[in-house]
Every structure is written in C-alpha cells, then in structure tokens.
C-alpha cells in the first residue's frame, strides 16, 4: 500500500469543523495525520499549495449505464468521469438492465465493479420489481447484499400504499427511500419546465407542481411511517420549503439538489452565444426551473435545508441527443463539471464556501448512513478512509466536452469559462488522478 503525502493546502473538513493550512498523510488506505507540517519518507508527494484539500467528494445520485446501456457509459468511463471531478464515491441509480432488485442482481453488479470502477461504488437498489412500481422488490435482501439506499430513480411510486409500505420496511432496514417527486398526470409529456420560456418555444412543460405535490404526499407518508424519506434533486423554490417546514417538524426527511439546477434555468434550453436554441443537453428531468427557483436552491444550500449536492449525472450517446428536443432523452453529464459550476458560484458570491463543501461531503455521507458501510468516510479524521480531494479554487478553464472521459458529451456548459479545477484525488490511500500542475 503507498503513502502520500499531501503538501501545503488550505484543509476544509466540514466534518469536524477543521480549516486550517497543513499537511495530510495518507498510510495504509486510511489518514494517518493531518494539520501542520508533517514528515514522510518515501511518501508520494502532492504539492497543494494554493489549493483546497477537503475529503473525497460523495455523489448520491448518479448513472453508470453498467450493465444494459454500456453505448451511454460504462463502469470504467463513467468512474473515471467521477474521478476527474473529485468524487470518491459514487451511489449508482438502478436504472440498469438487470435492475438491482434481488441479491443475485446486486451481487453482479458489485462484482462488475469489482474489476472495472476507479472510485467507490455503492449500489442503489430497486424500490419495487423491475422498477415497475407494482410491487416491493425484496428489500431486506438487498438490504444484506450492500445496497444503500432504496430508489426506482425516474419512476415514482406510483401507489400511496405501497409506497408507505416502502417506507416502513426500509425503515426497519434502517435505509433511506430516494424518490424522484412527480405526479405524472401533471408533468404528462413536458419536455421543459412550464413557464415563460416554453411558451415562446412552443414544447410541452412540466408545472412545478408536478413535484411539489409528489413532495407533499411522501412527506405526509414519511410522518405516518417514521420511514427516512430522501427527496433527489429538488428544483423548486416551494420544494425547499416544503423541506424547511418538514425538517422544522423533525421528520426524517432530506433532499439533494444537482450542480445543473443551482448553476442554469430554462433559458438554457432557449440557447445562448454558445448554444443552439432548442438544445438537448440542457433537456433534463426534472427540468431546469425559473431564477427564482435557482436563487431558492442557493439559499437552501447555503441554510443547510439541502443536505447535498448529487450530478445526477447521466451520460448519453451523441445520436440519442441529436433528434427534435420533444423526443430527446434527458439528462445531463456533469460529473466532470461539478465542482467547477460549484466553485464558480461561490466566487460569484452566490454559494458559500464551507456551505457547499459540506453538500458534497458530510452531508451525503450523513444522508444515506454511509459510516455503517464505510467506516469514518467523508472527513479528514485520523482514521477515516484515505479518500482526499485537492483542487485550486482559482484556476478558470474552458469546458470541452470532447475531452471528458465520460462517454456522454450532453453537457450545455460547452465552451464556457469556468473557475475551480480538480487537481488530486486519492481514494483508498492510493493516488488515482494527479494533472500536471501538481507535483508528484
């Protein structure tokens, strides 16, 4: 097992409230020191001066397309992909064929990982059979195989039985059920969100309502229940109040949003200078909101009423993009852009530092539990895993989507200049991504 040591960087731990310059000693997988100077020889050796060393980066919701849809994204692509953006761990979404809804389907896909991940991977299991929502998937067997937390991703539950039977047994399991909130029969065919902007486009919209009164029925089940109920990526302005207020009750409710919908609004789909009107990678589910609707995804980052920042990101073959947007895939691949659309908002003052860093770290491993699979992840403690993410803060690049090691180059930041660059990841003690500027 190497050791590295990490050099001269500003150490944020939102975890135990460190932020101080110093060193970090990674030593058989797991930190050995960290704060002050500290002496390794033989150590590798990242020179972070200048830089922001936190702990590994946790993204709670994200599509490896593995298995099933390997001409999207594979295991080893769509990793790498997490790897480049400063993502230790990465919780997989079920949308895979076979889904992950028994231990035998579990068991496959960890083994897949087994020989082809560059980061952490934790399964998400099938909420109901198939994804079907017809009827639970056999929840405490997948609670036994690994699985983290409990989703049909893009689905909804569509029974309120059953998804407050979800809740109660998941409960018991002691796992969280990640629910995308929509009511169908109002978002219907919307291929945008339903405002200004899709009127003067002319394509279908979703109403914010379609989410907010999907949020308010779980959250009512989540009070029948006990059960942990997580909201994935919030975009509404009412949405985060619905959290606020259901958090002020003490229920056991949390919600991520993505880095896409605190960074764009619908204009996106309208085009700019750089982008096309009418753009498919800015077509995502659920869609990009109104400014308003951003601003109040700021302030729920910032009040810490939103527990994480999760990419949701989901790489697509370049053909799936390129058809009318009405019959477009969604989604967006923004594993690699993450941080910097992150960081960017803090240097326009509109995120806060320690805020955001807390979303992308502590708070994911708080939400889904993490510690009882991986002892001690997401802070820089001694003893915590050797998962460590170094990046410059200042340095502006422009975004190329042809150099991603993503598969999916449906990304609508193409071409623009962002602030805040990844320079070092180590994950599990070892040294898996270093650029050139850091001296290793």
Not at 20 to 32: K, S, T
Not at 41 to 70: K, Q
Request: proline share 6%; glycine share 12%; hydrophobic share 40%.
């Amino acid at each position: 097992m190497s050791v590295v040591l990490i050099r001269g960087g500003r150490l944020i731990d939102p975890a135990t409230g460190r932020d101080e310059q110093g060193d970090v000693l990674i030593e058989n997988g797991h930190i050995r020191a960290a704060g002050g100077s500290i002496a390794a020889d033989g150590a590798e050796v990242v020179d972070a001066a200048g830089c922001i060393v936190t702990p590994g980066f946790i993204d709670l919701h994200a599509h490896l397309r593995e298995p099933g849809f390997e001409q999207k994204g594979t295991l080893a692509t769509e990793t790498e992909a997490a790897l480049r953006g400063g993502f230790t761990t990465v919780c997989a979404m079920p949308n895979t064929n076979p889904a992950p809804d028994s231990a035998p389907a579990v068991d496959g896909f960890l083994k897949l990982v087994a020989q082809k991940a560059r980061v952490r991977v934790l399964p998400v299991g099938s909420t109901t059979v198939g994804r079907k929502g017809e009827r639970l998937a056999a929840l405490s067997e997948l609670a036994e195989a690994g699985c983290v937390a409990l989703s049909d991703d893009g689905s909804p539950v569509p029974g309120g039985n059953l998804m407050r039977n979800a809740l109660t047994l998941a409960g018991a399991l002691g796992l969280a059920v990640a629910e995308h909130c929509d009511e169908p029969s109002l978002s219907g065919n919307g291929s945008m969100h339903e405002g200004a902007v899709s009127e003067r486009l002319g394509l279908p919209g979703q109403p914010a309502a379609a989410e907010t009164v999907a949020i308010a029925r779980n959250i009512e089940l989540c009070e029948l229940t006990g059960g942990r109920f997580h909201i994935m990526h919030v975009t509404t302005a009412r949405g985060v109040e619905q959290v606020a207020q259901a958090k002020e009750r003490g229920l056991p409710v949390t919600c991520e949003v993505t880095p896409s919908h605190l960074f764009l609004t619908d204009e996106a789909v309208a085009g700019s200078d750089l982008t096309p009107a009418y753009d498919t990678s800015a077509k995502v589910n659920p869609p990009l909101r109104t400014e308003t609707d951003r601003l109040a995804l700021l302030a729920g980052v910032n009040s810490g009423v939103i527990d994480a920042i999760a990419t949701d990101h989901a790489p697509h073959a370049p053909e799936e993009k390129l058809r009318e947007f009405d019959h477009a895939p969604f989604g967006i691949s923004c594993a690699e852009t993450a941080l910097a659309t992150v960081t960017t908002l803090v240097s326009r003052g509109e995120l806060e530092l320690g805020a955001a860093l807390r979303a992308l770290t502590q708070g994911p491993a708080e939400t889904f539990a993490l510690d009882g699979h991986i002892p001690g992840i997401g802070t820089l403690a001694v003893g915590a895993p050797g998962d460590v993410t170094v990046f410059d803060p200042e340095e502006r690049w422009t975004v190329d989507p042809a150099a991603f090691a993503s598969k999916g180059k449906n990304t609508p930041l193409g071409g623009l200049e962002l602030q805040g660059r990844v320079r070092a990841v180590v994950v599990g003690g070892e040294l898996r991504h270093a650029v050139e500027a850091v001296h290793v």
